[in-house]
């Protein structure tokens, strides 16, 4: 049996290395770059109003002056050129408009008085050099890397992508996942109105689908098949070589009907890991074959079923897209409301609730227990006993 951590090695021994592709810009939110994005040329490229107002000399500025009005500046307008340097010459410009050559400085609408249709009094107390004017490269300069490598790309990303003429992005693939759910007594509650006595609604491979999504922004399918060996390895061959990454749930420990791992085998699969040193989670397997395709053996309860996948999964994913450490779930550091105690060698995954600044551990830590889990700010990962007091490493979920 592996202890948690070596299990964790084995698993980061196999991460997967996504190819690329170029996708339109518009449809690439939640994916990962992989490419740096490089300024095609300096942000903003031109220098322009940040105000309506008047744009003028500000070494002719004196309060109280009239102005000649000389042209206009709405946004999108091509910029003329100031032809005299020696008169009070003013432009009526707008927000985000360009200045004009030979003007450097904006006087807000709010401190002029129109006398006439071209002239006006501007009346602020003193101007300033580049006064409300965005300069041009004051952002980002032409050639600097704006976004880097692997970055998860956001709406605010696409924005700026679009807005330096950038239609395209190289972007990871995705990592293909199937979820396979085994179980005679689990039911579709979208095919099922009622469920008997020992049945139950099938809520696995919903949890793993809506958890990937969240995190990541990929298609992932799932299927309930019925504890029959013929049916699983049926499912599981076609799974393993449409998918770069196979996700079971149930199956894995010895029961008469507990099929996944042989099954596994017989597809040519070496499992690696069979049993973790974990409470809940302690049957969890982890297999590979020679196209470095990969199987998540996780067991059949729930909240068995979250513990692995946030530990193992979801950490296995984040490092196959080359994605930060604190990318998939932040860590914070909080004190211990009460002692915990470990007397085995096996490692808890615990999901916790945060309350007056201390971690709360509920009663309800069973492996089939699902609510406490759903309530949960977050969980920890104990190796040993932990005293009222102590600090641990809270993984906010």
Not at 126 to 149: C, D, H, P, T
Not at 367 to 386: F, N, P, R, T, Y
Request: charged fraction near 25%.
């Amino acid at each position: 049996m592996h202890t948690i951590q070596q299990a964790s090695d084995i698993v980061f021994r196999h991460i997967l290395n996504p190819a690329s592709e170029s996708i339109p810009i518009k449809h690439s939110l939640g994916k990962i770059l992989a490419e740096d994005i490089y300024a095609s040329d300096d942000v903003p490229d031109f220098d322009q109003s940040a105000v309506d107002g008047f744009a003028i000399q500000y070494e002719q500025y004196t309060e109280n002056e009239t102005w000649q009005v000389v042209g206009e500046m709405k946004a999108g307008d091509y910029p003329f050129e100031l032809k005299s340097t020696s008169e009070r010459l003013c432009a009526k410009i707008f927000t985000g408009a360009s200045v004009p050559h030979g003007f450097n400085s904006v006087v807000m609408k709010e401190y002029a008085e129109l006398l006439s249709d071209n002239t006006v009094k501007l009346k602020v107390h003193s101007a300033r050099l580049y006064q409300n004017i965005r300069k041009k490269g004051e952002e980002v300069r032409k050639g600097e890397i704006i976004f880097k490598k692997y970055t998860v790309i956001k709406p605010e990303h696409i924005a700026v992508i679009t807005s330096i003429g950038k239609a395209e992005v190289l972007v990871l693939k995705d990592i293909a996942i199937k979820i396979i759910v085994t179980g005679n007594e689990l039911k579709d509650i979208e095919k099922e109105k009622k469920i008997n006595i020992g049945e139950k609604f099938e809520s696995n491979g919903i949890v793993l689908k809506s958890l990937i999504q969240k995190y990541f922004s990929v298609t992932t399918d799932y299927e309930i098949i019925k504890d029959d060996k013929d049916s699983i390895f049926s499912a599981m061959k076609q799974a393993s070589q449409s998918y770069d990454v196979v996700i079971t749930t149930g199956g894995v420990s010895v029961g008469d009907y507990d099929f996944t791992k042989p099954v596994i085998k017989e597809l040519g699969f070496e499992i690696l890991i069979d049993k973790v040193a974990q409470k809940p989670g302690k049957p969890f397997v982890f297999a590979v074959n020679n196209h470095k395709k990969i199987i998540f053996g996780l067991p059949g309860n729930p909240r068995a079923v979250l513990s692995c996948f946030y530990w193992y999964v979801l950490r296995f994913l984040r490092t196959s897209y080359r994605l930060p450490s604190d990318w998939y779930l932040p860590i914070v550091k909080f004190p211990m409301q009460k002692d915990i105690a470990i007397n085995d060698n096996k490692s808890r995954i615990l999901f916790i609730s945060i309350e007056n600044g201390q971690v709360v551990v509920p009663e309800k830590q069973d492996s089939h227990m699902l609510v406490s889990a759903a309530k949960a700010d977050g969980l920890i990962v104990l190796h040993e006993s932990k005293r009222q007091g102590d600090l641990v490493d809270v993984y906010l979920i």
